[in-house]
């Protein structure tokens, strides 16, 4: 089992940043590749990035390039998400997930984060 805790969420106007953070506990963190999923009001989950178990490989959605950036410490169990020229239809809830290696199936989620971003 993996516990995932995000925080870092909250109200910031257009152009402004945030960092999300998630902490995760329980089987180690560097046997899971980590993504950051968003979703908006009335619709799917979206995948926003995602990093290699050893963070060398990031992949991001075409909406977030060149203002998101995906990072994780496994020394400190951790994956963050920095977000830059926010934008209002970058608004929803924003879930951290463990991906196992092996399946690669996200296996684990975070109760998520608000993210509302104000024009």
């Known amino acids: 089992q993996v516990r995932l805790v995000e925080s870092g969420g909250g109200l910031v106007q257009a152009g402004g940043s945030l960092r999300l953070s998630c902490v995760a506990s329980?089987?180690?963190?560097?046997?899971?590749?980590m993504g950051w999923f968003r979703q908006a009001p009335g619709k799917e989950r979206e995948l926003v990035a995602r990093?290699?178990?050893?963070?060398?490989?990031?992949v991001y959605a075409d909406s977030v390039k060149g203002r998101f950036t995906i990072s994780r410490d496994n020394t400190k169990n951790t994956v963050s998400l920095q977000m830059s020229s926010l934008k209002p239809e970058d608004t929803g809830v924003y879930y951290c997930?463990?991906?196992?290696?092996?399946?690669?199936?996200?296996?684990?989620w975070g109760q998520g984060t608000q993210v509302t971003v104000s024009s």
């Open positions: 997930a463990a991906r196992n290696i092996a399946t690669r199936e996200y296996g684990f």
């Open positions: 329980g089987r180690p963190f560097s046997n899971y590749d």
């Open positions: 990093i290699t178990w050893s963070g060398a490989t990031t």
